[in-house]
């Protein structure tokens, strides 16, 4: 599988920037799956020192594409499951002239769009019309493209879902697109074949085919910032697909790696 996405910069909790974006975190939901895995971002050249660290450990894995712009987010955590989001810097656009000069040769494509804009809808028309199977983080649909404090709104255009083959919704991603209540109805008319609603330590939904099931979490994380936590899941998710893994069982694969990442982070004081 490929991801394509735009590098971002972020600062967290008023630390120094640190590399952000799909592209920083996908590498480690992708190091052990099979197949063909590639990891395309873009950013301005003059940031791509930052995401140093992303290219020593991963290797041949990542390219990163020269653009005008660097995305860039201020991440404020309250606890470990709330927080506040600006928009300090807007990300370039995808165009169908991007996707060919890089050319990605697998099946599958995740996308992990960063603000809406990030990927138009022609965008998505031409990776479908080279043939590509495409799954999308649903971050894209309700990110207005406006800096200063992150907006959230169902302002997006329906051609967006036209193509897609995989969309993956946190929790509140899919009240705003929903209007209200996520349920089957509802990602019904969305016509998106497959849809992934997450719920962080509670799990997440599947919906295919007019059903939806729960695959529980593999175990919660506590006391640990969150970020990157759903571009691994989806990551995950989607290189599990492209391998063959039922719906089910890439989302029990995809949780187990979140949980074993979030233990990482985990601080232990000394005691004094």
């Known amino acids: 599988m490929t991801v394509l996405g735009n590098l971002a910069i972020d600062v967290i909790d008023g630390a120094p920037p640190s590399p952000g974006g799909c592209a920083s975190f996908a590498g480690v939901a992708l190091e ?13 050249e003059a940031d791509h020192e930052l995401f140093d660290g992303v290219l020593d450990r991963f290797g041949s894995m990542v390219r990163f594409l020269p653009a005008d712009r660097t ?22 656009v995808w165009t169908p002239a991007d996707i060919d000069a890089d050319d990605p040769q697998t099946t599958w494509i995740h996308l992990a769009p960063l603000l809406r804009t990030d990927f138009p809808a022609d965008t998505l028309a031409h990776l479908a019309a080279r043939g590509h199977r495409i799954a999308y983080d649903g971050q894209g649909l309700v990110r207005a493209d406006r800096l200063g404090p992150l907006v959230q709104d169902r302002n997006f255009s329906w051609d967006l879902l036209r193509h897609l083959d995989v969309l993956k919704l946190a929790e509140d991603e899919a009240v705003i697109v929903a209007d209200g209540p996520f349920d089957a109805a509802v990602a019904e008319r969305l016509g998106v074949p497959e849809i992934v609603v997450t719920y962080g330590s509670e799990g997440c939904d599947i919906y295919t085919d007019g059903t ?17 936590a759903g571009d691994m899941f989806t990551a995950c998710y989607v290189a599990n697909r ?31």
């Open 212 to 228: 939806v099931v729960r695959v529980p979490a593999a175990w919660r994380v506590m006391g640990v910032q969150t970020t990157g």
């Open 32 to 44: 052990s799956a099979m197949g063909m895995r590639h990891i395309v971002a873009m950013g301005a």
């Open 71 to 92: 995305s860039g987010f201020r991440l404020d955590y309250d606890d470990t499951d709330h927080r506040h989001m600006s928009v300090d810097a807007l990300g370039p």
């Open 242 to 272: 492209a391998a063959g893994a039922s719906p089910c069982r890439a989302a029990e694969l995809a949780s187990e790696l979140v949980a074993r990442e979030l233990d990482k982070r985990v601080q232990v004081v000394p005691e004094l």
